[in-house]
Every structure is written in C-alpha cells, then in structure tokens.
C-alpha cells in the first residue's frame, strides 16, 4: 500500500535550518505532485510548498519564498524541504503529501514535528 515516511524534524533555533525528507513507496512517485503542509496548534493545515510531478515547476505560500526550498529525486521516491532563516512562526507538524491530479488520488504521510525555539 502507498506510503509515505517523513524525516529529520526536530529542535532548531531561531535563524537556523532543517531539511526534511520523505520517502514514498507502493505507488508510482513520478506521476504525483509531491507538496509539504503544515499545521500549528490551533491552526488549519496550510500548504507550504510543492513541486511537479517532473520537477520542473515548484510554488511557496509567501512566508517561506526566499527561506525554503523544496526538490525531489523521482529516482529514488524522495522529496525534500530545506528550511533556512527558521522562525518561531515556522513551528508545526510538517506533512508530506502526494497528489495525483489526473485521478485526484492522494496520500499523506504521519507528520515531522519541527519547533524553532530559544
């Protein structure tokens, strides 16, 4: 069955950086749009960042354009977000999601929980 495992959360402190990995399996990667969702307590998810099933386009929601960067490696079924210049704000569980547009199948993985603290 299709899953999706996400890494490399933690504790950082404001101004410093984490990068997060997902690794996909049981489900043909290439053909899915990979994005990064957070949620903070009390707050909707929101949609951080994506990337095209190729690669050769990606889009940042406002407050992470210039700081995060997300890429994928559709040969080894991984998709990444580095997260430079962290804010207290950035804290939340990351999700990684996996969205196949053609037939509006999705999946998602369990969450990285990422705080920026001092």
């Known amino acids: 069955q299709a899953q999706l495992v996400e890494s490399g959360g933690g504790l950082v402190q404001p101004g410093g950086s984490l990068r997060l990995s997902c690794v996909a399996s049981g489900f043909s990667f290439s053909r899915y749009r990979m994005s990064w969702y957070r949620q903070a307590p009390g707050k909707e998810r929101e949609l951080v960042a994506f990337i095209t099933a190729t690669g050769g386009s990606t889009n940042y929601t406002d407050s992470v354009k210039g700081r995060f960067t997300i890429s994928r490696d559709n040969a080894k079924n991984t998709v990444d977000l580095q997260m430079n210049s962290l804010k207290p704000e950035d804290t939340a569980v990351y999700y990684c999601?996996?969205?196949?547009?053609?037939?509006?199948?999705?999946?998602w993985g369990q969450g990285t929980q990422v705080t920026v603290s001092s």
């Open positions: 999601n996996a969205l196949w547009l053609a037939v509006g199948r999705q999946h």
